[in-house]
């Protein structure tokens, strides 16, 4: 499927009298990927749908027992507050029966015809919205929970409302009325763990050219139809603010989003609505746009995250646009904040509120524990801190060498205590800044810390990022070699985002390439990143590297990155980031859910047995653990 964002392989209830059609679809939507569950009334559809979870329901406009838009009614009310979404199939597309369906609880329309390619990309649209809906909905309620704030949000959305800060031509906020209500919504969010507020800046694309050249009433419809589309995307969703910032410039701001991917999914919802091509008077163009995401868990300035989010669509734009780009930084309210913080990470060390969460890289051969990478976390009052807000922070300083040193000690002291209850860690993974290479500090602390612990020096990888090594090739070399003589590993992380040289590649005395998270992201949907990770595994065979791929999060990432020879494999499918204390439990509930003889490389080690009965639940393809062995 072309979509981008489509999900693997899911399944959908038809509901359909006739066995004509009932075959035809079931056969054209098996090509597309889509698997369809039958039934032939309403009453079998609502039976069904308990037992059947289908990811989206396909109704006929005309089933026998009345008709199926008030099948479609009946099934909306059955389905309570799931967001599954319905689609009407009809014969024809007159205006009365889309109306119609609407009014029904139906998500879409579509005209019955042989297009499976057009209703396998809509369905998965729909689905990938819905599912992006419920992750939000379900945070949004523990965000309510916990704070039974949802009121004064509310209260903030209609004084915004009340004071007609609207934009006259498409109905949404100005920019004035939007600035209110995000900075609103931004107070009272209170974002924890991996959650946090996300505002999207989205620019459409050679606009100008457009009204240039077609007229600024074609402009006005144009934007009138993007507003509608996105409008129509995230409709009902909680905590939202949208607003029509100048001409050709929208904005959507996120109260809370389960996790900073979640924002870029829905960047690629959003990007995929706009590139449809639109119907100007008998004119049919495509409109594309280009996003900037900025995300924060710290309760902040709105103007601060229009900044950030502005850089980060410059980059969308300067990539050749109709993409999405994330800002990459700290975000803080004001330079104050930014000045507590970076006293506070000073202290940090001292005061020990660093940790190290570990994420295991498994051999997706034989599923062994292929090793560990250490990610830092920073426990600052009552909040964990992740690495994007404060790495970035410590890297303008000197703060990150002692950061690095500390982590290096750190990850092989656990791996000592782990080996020694009996897990066999094979090597342990951290991240070291690139500046931190010239610093003859870090050999010190490096062999220091192998002495203490006695281990090989083989057992410690240190990533550092592609783009970091090549911006000073010929500096990197020398400190590489040197540390490579102490006999530690070396990978180049975040590997294809940086443009190699490959003459260069070949003196770089590193073992690891590590295959960066975005060509993962879109294995299967897009031939282009397949063929990247195509490339980038034949070169490291040919030149006798490992490769590593990251952010593997579903089953049919894993099966592909299989196929082309990727040695192994790290991600969400596998295990979270956990702190050290949770990774024995991990250990065993993951040897119990693989089939077959599984160990540590190194052979079993006692204390981790496997548990023979561990619960394999019948989850979702995308859902972690579960997907890789229903
Ligand atoms: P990285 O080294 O590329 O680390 C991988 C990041 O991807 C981690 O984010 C990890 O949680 C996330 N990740 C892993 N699997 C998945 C997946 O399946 N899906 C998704 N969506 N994400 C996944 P984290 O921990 O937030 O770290 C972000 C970056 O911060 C790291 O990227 C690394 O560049 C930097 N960093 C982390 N710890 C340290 C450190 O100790 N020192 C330095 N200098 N940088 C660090
Ligand atoms: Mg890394
Ligand atoms: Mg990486």
């Known amino acids: 499927m072309d979509s981008p964002f489509a999900p693997h392989r899911f399944r959908i209830l038809l509901v359909e009298d006739d066995p004509a059609w009932q075959h035809l679809i079931v056969e054209g939507l098996a090509e597309q990927g889509i698997d369809v569950q039958t039934v032939g009334s309403a009453a079998r ?43 009407v199939l009809a014969g024809q597309d007159n205006e009365a029966s889309i109306e119609r369906a609407f009014e029904s609880g139906a998500s879409d329309f579509f005209v019955k015809s042989l297009q499976w390619k057009l209703l396998a990309q809509r369905l998965s649209q729909l689905v990938a919205t819905a599912r992006l809906r419920s992750e939000i909905v379900s945070s949004r309620r523990r965000l309510d929970r916990a704070k039974g704030l949802a009121a004064r949000a509310s209260q903030t959305a209609r004084e915004a409302r009340d004071l007609a800060w609207r934009d006259a031509l498409t109905g949404w906020l100005s920019r004035t009325g939007f600035l209110k209500l995000a900075q609103g919504l931004l107070d009272d969010s209170q974002v924890s763990g991996e959650q946090r507020a996300a505002l999207l800046l989205i620019d459409l694309d050679r606009f100008k050219r457009l009204n240039d050249s077609l007229g600024t009433d074609a402009g006005d419809e ?66 594309s746009a280009s996003i900037g995401i900025a995300l924060t868990r710290i309760p902040c300035g709105i103007e601060s995250m229009m900044v950030k989010a502005g850089q980060a669509l410059s980059g969308a734009k300067l990539a050749g646009g109709n993409t999405a780009r994330t800002f990459v930084g700290t975000l803080g309210s004001s330079d104050r904040d930014r000045f507590d913080l970076e006293n506070a990470l000073h202290q940090a060390l001292d005061r020990d509120e660093l940790r190290l969460h570990y994420q295991p890289i498994i051999d997706p051969a034989t599923h062994r524990l292929a090793g560990l990478e250490a990610l830092m976390r920073w426990q600052h009052d009552d909040r964990l801190l992740y690495p994007d807000e404060f790495i970035p922070l410590a890297e303008e300083t000197s703060l990150i060498f002692r950061m690095g040193e500390w982590a290096v000690g750190e990850a092989l002291r656990q791996t000592s205590r782990w080996r020694e209850a009996g897990l066999m860690v094979p090597t342990v993974s951290v991240n070291i800044h690139v500046r931190h290479l010239e610093q003859p500090e870090l050999a010190e602390a490096v062999s220091k810390a192998l002495e203490s612990t006695g281990l090989d020096s083989s057992t410690l990888e240190l990533e550092l990022t592609e783009t970091g090594v090549m911006r000073d090739i010929k500096r990197s070399l020398g400190s590489l070699h040197g540390l490579k003589q102490l006999g530690v590993r070396l990978a180049l992380d975040d590997f294809g985002t940086g443009y190699s040289s490959l003459a260069y590649l070949t003196q770089l005395p590193i073992d690891t390439l590590k295959i960066d998270r975005s060509f993962i992201d879109q294995l299967g949907e897009n031939g282009q990143s397949r ?14 590297l490992s490769t590593v791929a990251e952010g593997v999060e579903t089953r049919s990432q894993l099966d592909s990155l299989r ?68």
Request: proline share 8%.
């Open 531 to 544: 063929a990247v990770v195509r490339s980038i595994t034949a070169l490291a065979q040919a030149l006798g």
């Open 222 to 287: 144009t934007l009138c139809e993007v507003a509608n589309r996105l409008q129509r995307a995230f409709r009902n969703l909680p905590g939202l603010a949208m607003g029509r910032l100048a001409s050709d410039e929208f904005a959507i701001l996120f109260q809370s989003l389960p996790t900073g991917r979640a924002a870029e999914r829905a960047a690629q919802i959003a990007l995929t609505a706009l590139r449809r091509p639109i119907d100007c008077g008998g004119l049919e163009f495509v409109q």
């Open 45 to 87: 559809a609502i039976e069904s749908l308990d037992a059947a979870f289908p990811a989206a329901v396909l109704v006929d406009a005309f089933l026998p027992e009345g008709n199926g838009f008030d099948a479609c009614a009946r099934l909306r009310g059955h389905m309570g507050d799931r967001a599954i979404p319905i689609v």
């Open 563 to 630: 196929a082309l020879g990727c040695n192994e494999v790290q991600g969400y499918l596998f295990a979270r980031p956990m702190p050290a204390d949770d990774l024995p439990q991990w250990w065993s509930g993951f040897q119990g859910m693989v089939p077959g003889p599984v160990s540590a490389r190194g052979g079993k080690p006692p204390g981790f047995v496997a548990r023979g009965n561990f619960p394999i639940l019948p989850m979702a393809d995308s859902s972690p653990l579960g997907a890789i062995y229903v």
